[in-house]
């Protein structure tokens, strides 16, 4: 241990020294150190999976990032308290306990994103605990579930997986539908059976990613961050969500349209082009500009 405090640069090795002697200190000070060492270990992971889905033209890392920063900005303006508390051994021992079985998860997860979001998540709580007291939770428990959410960096598999479990694809139904009857407004000969969308001589399945739900989720909680940062009343923050929302579903009509006609008669790369990132970031930008516009004077003064 000497040697490797030996090779790190004389200025930072104070701090190095100092940080060991005081996680050594006390039990409460060893389970926070660990779960601080747990964090440092799946923030690769987690770094990773957000730059995939930013690369493949995805919003919800506007989530993830947006949930980090309301969840640290809780954090920042209650660590004052830090050192005005007591911790009983029952509650000590309880969040120990927490670190800890949330590091056993996390290291024997290590081929499951999943798994090891849920074991930080568990770790974060207990080192939360440790650090603040059960206090904190509840002088902040939306910002503090938020960022419980943002330690998940694939909230779009999440998410869509418990929208089907829980309504199969009905929603991918109703956006063949309206995708269908787009195409009948333009004048062109297509009918639709079930996710299926037939269109000459072809036809494109309304997969779960062309439902909608991907571009409505990331501007739902678009909107309720805008309703926290600009502290409006819930109600203005359930119209942003809601006409959010809604433009997302709109939106999401002539994107199957392009999509029919480019499977059928504009090839495999034009298929992929606007099925994939690139096509996903020309729909957000749009989705996001119009949504600025309708957004901006539902805030009104509370912009500026």
């Known amino acids: 241990m000497l040697s490797k405090v030996k090779s790190v640069p004389e200025k930072v090795r104070p701090k190095v020294l100092n940080a060991l002697r005081w996680s050594n200190r006390t039990n409460r000070n060893r389970a926070i150190a660990l779960g601080l060492i747990i964090c440092l270990c799946y923030l690769p992971t987690w770094l990773r999976l957000i730059g995939i889905d930013l690369a493949r033209g995805s919003s919800f890392p506007i989530l993830n990032l947006g949930f980090l920063f309301f969840g640290i900005q809780a954090l920042l303006k209650y660590r004052k308290e830090a050192d005005t508390f007591e911790l009983s051994p029952e509650d000590q021992l309880l969040a120990s306990l927490a670190v800890i079985t949330g590091g056993g998860l996390f290291f024997i ?116 961050m805008l309703g926290l940062f600009f502290e409006l009343k819930w109600t203005k923050t359930l119209l942003l969500t809601v006409v959010g929302v809604g433009l997302a579903l709109l939106l999401n009509i002539p994107r199957i349209m392009v999509l029919a006609n480019a499977a059928v008669y504009w090839g495999e790369d034009s298929f992929y082009f606007w099925h994939d990132s690139w096509g996903a970031q020309i729909f957000s930008g749009i989705l996001f500009t119009i949504y600025y516009y309708v957004a901006m004077p539902i805030i009104g003064e509370n912009a500026k």
């Open 109 to 224: 997860s290590l081929d499951s994103s999943s798994f090891q979001a849920l074991g930080c998540a568990i770790a974060v709580a207990g080192t939360l605990f440790l650090t603040f007291s059960l206090r904190l939770f509840t002088h902040y428990p939306l910002k503090l579930s938020l960022l419980f959410f943002s330690l998940y960096p694939s909230l779009t598999y999440l998410l869509n997986n418990i929208r089907l479990l829980v309504t199969g694809d009905s929603m991918e139904v109703v956006a063949a539908y309206l995708g269908n009857f787009g195409l009948n407004l333009l004048g062109q000969s297509s009918h639709v059976d079930g996710i299926l969308i037939s269109l000459g001589e072809g036809s494109v399945e309304v997969g779960s990613g062309c439902s909608g739900f991907d571009m409505a989720v990331p501007i739902a909680g678009f909107a309720f």
